[in-house]
T-cell receptor, first 115, second 113 residues
Framework: DTGVSQDPRHKITKRGQNVTFRCDPI?????LYWYRQTLGQGPEFLTY????????KSRLLSDRFSAERPKGSFSTLEIQRTEQGDSAMYLC?????????????FGQGTRLTVV | GENVEQHPSTLSVQEGDSAVIKCTYS??????FPWYKQELGKRPQLIID?????GEKKDQRIAVTLNKTAKHFSLHITETQPEDSAVYFC????????????FGGGTRVLVKP
């Protein structure tokens, strides 16, 4: 599968622990997005990168959340001091944005459960 | 910021009937409207999209219509089949495909054989 891949697929953590998720986008895509999806809701935008630059962060993203895309390829999303309210599916998507634009392709997500 | 509302939240149809899902958006600068299908435990996948310079687009059994003046767009699925059962999300973005998306809350469609 040469699409967007995310790791891990599932993560169970105790409240207060830190977690880190990884996203590998489609290789030729310059944009990478993180979304959060809770049960029965649509994905909510968290942040996005164009190449290695983080261009926008949602107000939903508290200071416990940090994302990086150090070489403009894969990205990591870290949540510090996890809370039960952080339990959700974290989706990554990638696209090419420029003179020719592609749709956003999604990964299968990382399901986080905070106990 | 953009706000996208989607109705209904659940839709049950008999196989062979049509299904219609409606979305409204708030940002008049939005000009790209994709629809994603998400099956249980799987990733959202684009099924059709429409740009604001077009009023309707069809792809086999699915069609999308856009009314820019009223700021609403709809997904139509004809001759529904059991494999159409899934959650469908509408979304809106500015400028073009590939930009950040604001999603509706989703519609769970159940096609009864």
């Amino acid at each position: 599968d040469t699409g967007v891949s995310q790791d891990p697929r599932h993560k169970i953590t105790k409240r207060g622990q830190n977690v880190t998720f990884r996203c590998d986008p489609i290789s030729e895509h310059n944009r990478l997005y993180w979304y959060r999806q809770t049960l029965g809701q649509g994905p909510e935008f968290l942040t996005y990168f164009q190449n290695e630059a983080q261009l926008e962060k949602s107000r939903l993203l508290s200071d416990r959340f940090s994302a990086e895309r150090p070489k403009g390829s894969f990205s990591t999303l870290e949540i510090q001091r996890t809370e039960q309210g952080d339990s959700a599916m974290y989706l990554c998507a990638s696209s090419f944005f420029g003179q020719t634009n592609t749709e956003a392709f999604f990964g299968q997500g990382t399901r986080l459960t905070v106990v | 910021g953009e706000n996208v509302e989607q109705h209904p939240s659940t839709l049950s149809v008999q196989e062979g009937d049509s299904a219609v899902i409606k979305c409204t958006y708030s940002d008049s600068a939005s000009n790209y409207f994709p629809w994603y299908k998400q099956e249980l435990g799987k990733r959202p996948q684009l099924i059709i999209d429409i740009r604001s310079n077009v009023g309707e687009k069809k792809d086999q059994r699915i069609a999308v219509t856009l009314n820019k003046t009223a700021k609403h767009f709809s997904l139509h699925i004809t001759e529904t089949q059991p494999e159409d059962s899934a959650v469908y999300f509408c979304a809106a973005s500015r400028r073009a495909a590939g930009n950040k998306l604001t999603f509706g809350g989703g519609t769970r469609v159940l096609v009864k054989p």
